[in-house]
């Protein structure tokens, strides 16, 4: 059958890869050429090497649908670490006090609250699916042009191949290079702030469990990994997280026991490092007629929620549908009013996520001493807070993916 619309997909991470997946299994995908271009190698996981350093949080939600696309067997089957508990709390506090976060799956009739998972492992997988279908992935071909002709995008590949596009979807990330060329701006909030990240391997175990330490200079989260190490990342001073980097795996042991107040015994490092600065940054608008920005293209949040690529899931689902909707009344995929359903659907949630993430951020590494104690009594009132602990809850759960 003849391709009626030219879709192009700018970014083979997590969010890219969803929504080209989500299309090629939709409605009227005999409808839509899609192509997926990204400028890095194609990712690959293999079970025999060790953990990738980049692991992220996936909710409930989100992993149902990387299930609905067929993804997800391969991520449980390989390596996936469930976590069924959530503990929260400010370094003045223990983590056993009254005033620590508790959330526990079991009191949420779910079997967990979530999957520790490498992001390499959710790339493949999402691969995998789309390597039987006719979707065209291209690698090592970054896009270097994209200009308007009429009513469409012609995208310039890095080998010198033209393609002309209805709709260009940028999921290239937080330095979209789509976003940047259309010239949509964006709102920058620096958290003065730098992401150092590692594996460690606790005295105690880690009984399947997501702990968050909020300090001074920023919030330091344990996830447990499926080896029974964990994977660290802490917020910190961009000084620290220097320090951090170049510290013997004695020192650097020594600085995150102490720094996770000793929650899991002494802590061992057992993997590389990585430093990420942490901006959050939110795109204005998300869609132009022949464009949709959608994952960290559109936004960044800072880390200490786990909630980056969850949200960039629920963009590529909404925009999905959105397009799916839009096909099946004989609507182009590239007109505005289209695009702006989805970015109506998504903006408001996702805006209130970064703001939520900078809010905290800030409430928590003020040196204030009244607002320490206040937040020791919030904390301790979230607990008995019910349906405002619930929403927070379904948030965290990726409970609103349509
Ligand atoms: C330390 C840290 C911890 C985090 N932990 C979590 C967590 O626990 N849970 C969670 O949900 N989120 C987490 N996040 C956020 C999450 O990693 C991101 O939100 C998510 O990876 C964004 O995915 P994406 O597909 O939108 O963009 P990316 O993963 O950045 O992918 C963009 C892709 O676009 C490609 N690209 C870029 N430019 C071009 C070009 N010109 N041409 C072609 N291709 C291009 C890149 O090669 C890349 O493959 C964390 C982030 C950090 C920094």
Redesign the pocket.
């Known amino acids: 059958m003849n391709k009626q619309f030219e879709i192009v997909i700018?970014?083979?991470?997590?969010?890219?890869?969803?929504v080209a997946a989500l299309l090629a299994q939709s409605r009227h995908n005999d409808r839509l050429r899609l192509t997926v271009?990204?400028?890095?190698a194609r990712?690959c996981h293999r079970i025999e090497d060790d953990i990738a350093l980049?692991?992220?949080?996936?909710?409930t939600g989100?992993a149902n649908l990387l299930d609905s696309i067929g993804a997800w067997s391969k991520i449980s089957q390989t390596r996936a670490c469930g976590y069924d508990r959530m503990r929260v709390w400010d370094e003045a506090e223990t983590a056993d006090g009254a005033a620590t976060l508790r959330f526990d799956a079991a009191e949420f009739a779910a079997p967990q609250l979530g999957f520790?998972v490498e992001?390499v492992l959710v790339?493949h997988a999402i691969l995998d699916v789309l390597d039987a279908t006719d979707v065209e992935l291209l690698f090592q071909?970054?896009?270097?042009a994209l200009q308007q002709t009429g009513r469409c995008y012609q995208v310039t590949l890095?080998s010198g191949r033209l393609v002309d596009a209805d709709l260009v979807i940028g999921?290239?990330?937080?330095?979209?290079?789509?976003r940047q060329r259309v010239g949509i701006d964006t709102r920058d909030f620096p958290y003065g702030q730098t992401?150092?990240?590692t594996h460690l391997r606790p005295e105690e175990s880690h009984r399947n469990t997501a702990w968050q330490r909020f300090l001074q200079d920023g919030p330091l989260?344990m996830?447990p990994l499926n080896d029974g190490r964990i994977s660290v990342?802490w917020?910190t001073l961009d000084a620290l997280a220097d320090r951090a980097m170049s510290a013997s795996d004695e020192e650097l042991g020594e600085m995150l026991s102490e720094a996770s107040d000793h929650v899991l015994g002494s802590l061992q490092v057992a993997g590389p490092r990585?430093a990420?600065p942490?901006c959050a940054r939110h795109a204005n608008p998300y869609v132009l007629p022949g464009i949709a920005l959608?994952?960290?293209?559109?936004h960044?949040?800072h880390?200490l929620?786990?909630?980056?690529?969850?949200?960039?899931?629920q963009?590529a689902a909404t925009l999905a549908n959105v397009l799916n909707d839009a096909l099946g009344n004989r609507e182009y995929p590239g007109d505005r009013p289209v695009l702006r359903r989805y970015e109506r659907a998504r903006k408001g949630d996702n805006a209130t996520m970064l703001h939520f993430m900078t809010g905290l951020n800030r409430l928590f590494t003020t040196d204030s001493t009244l607002v320490r104690e206040l937040r020791a009594t919030g904390m301790r009132l979230f607990n008995y807070s019910g349906p405002i602990r619930d929403h927070a809850v379904k948030v965290a759960l990726g409970g609103s993916i349509r």
């Open positions: 700018v970014g083979a991470g997590v969010t890219g890869l969803t271009v990204d400028a890095a990712p980049r692991v992220s949080a996936i909710a989100c520790i992001n790339q071909s970054p896009i270097t890095h999921a290239d990330g937080a330095h979209s290079f789509v992401a150092f990240v989260g996830l990342v917020s990585g990420f942490l959608i994952g960290d293209a559109a960044s949040v880390p929620a786990g909630q980056g690529a969850n949200l960039g899931l963009d």
